[in-house]
């Protein structure tokens, strides 16, 4: 199951029932968990974590060596978690000690073609990364977050659980869970109803994050006006609380 081809260091570690295919180059200190596919001329550096079951189409690089200035070669690493499907020709980069030194990628996530994820980033479970979506260093993204194709989102950035953004969006700040953000600057839309709706949210629950919404982007008020509202929407459905604590954490401020 691997071909002849390929180039391994030594120091792999490779689990069971891996694939790896012709011209793939696997570095030092590299781990590829059981059940990994490697299509053709896939690169993985080290040192780097691949969980299991993850696919890896040609072309991509992962794990290399971030080209942010302040890098000077440190030990710092990439940890992908399970069933991940990593598409044509992405890039993701490893840490700088300057921050978490690691970049990390949960489980069950899709990363399309040519989609970048930067040094230091965290992304969750269930994300999509549509074609050429390309996240900064030090961003974080939610659980089942969509970045639309060419979504550009500028570093320290954190995209909220369940949001939503809309093709070629450019995010300076952060944006809410639930929310759906399109344009350049990107600007708050509504909330990802559909989406929520698809993953088994009540419509009892949707009102209410459409309602906690609305308080937030179209009351008029400040936060601290609207606090005691948000707190009450929050205690009565729980799924309010995450929209509530993504826009009091933020430290950069929300798309507006």
């Known amino acids: 199951m691997i071909h002849p081809s390929a180039v391994i260091d030594d120091s792999a570690i490779i689990g069971e029932n891996v694939s790896i ?3 793939c180059v696997i570095g030092p200190d590299v781990e590829i968990g059981d059940g990994c596919i490697l299509n053709s001329h896939v690169v993985l550096q080290g040192p780097t974590v691949l969980g299991k079951n993850n696919h890896i189409f ?3 690089t992962v794990g290399e060596a971030t080209p942010d200035l302040k890098y ?3 030990q710092t690493r990439l940890v992908i978690g399970d ?3 990593i598409r044509e020709g992405v ?3 490893r840490g700088t000690v300057q921050d978490r030194g690691e970049t990390t990628i949960g489980n069950n996530n899709l990363i399309m073609a040519y989609a970048h994820i930067g040094h230091d980033c965290v992304v ?3 994300t999509i990364l549509v074609n050429n979506a390309a996240l900064a260093g030090h961003v974080v993204v ?3 977050a969509i970045l639309a194709g060419y979504s550009l989102i500028h570093q320290f950035c954190q995209i909220g659980a369940h949001s939503f953004c809309g093709m070629g969006s450019a995010i300076n700040k952060d944006v809410p869970a639930y929310v759906t953000v399109f344009g350049n600057p990107a600007e708050a839309k509504t909330i990802n109803a559909e989406g929520l709706k698809r993953r088994g949210y009540s419509p009892e629950a949707i009102a209410a994050i459409r309602k906690a919404y609305k308080i937030v982007y179209r009351s008029g008020r400040t936060l601290a006006d609207s606090a005691a509202d948000l707190d ?3 205690q009565a459905f729980p799924e309010v609380a995450m929209f509530v604590d993504s826009v009091r954490s933020s430290n950069r401020g929300i798309v507006r």
């Open 21 to 23: 295919g012709p011209f």
């Open 58 to 60: 040609q072309f991509a």
């Open 72 to 74: 000077k070669g440190e």
């Open 83 to 85: 069933n991940n499907v």
């Open 91 to 93: 890039t993701i980069h």
């Open 124 to 126: 969750g479970n269930h």
């Open 142 to 144: 939610g659980d089942w």
């Open 232 to 234: 009450a929407l929050a």
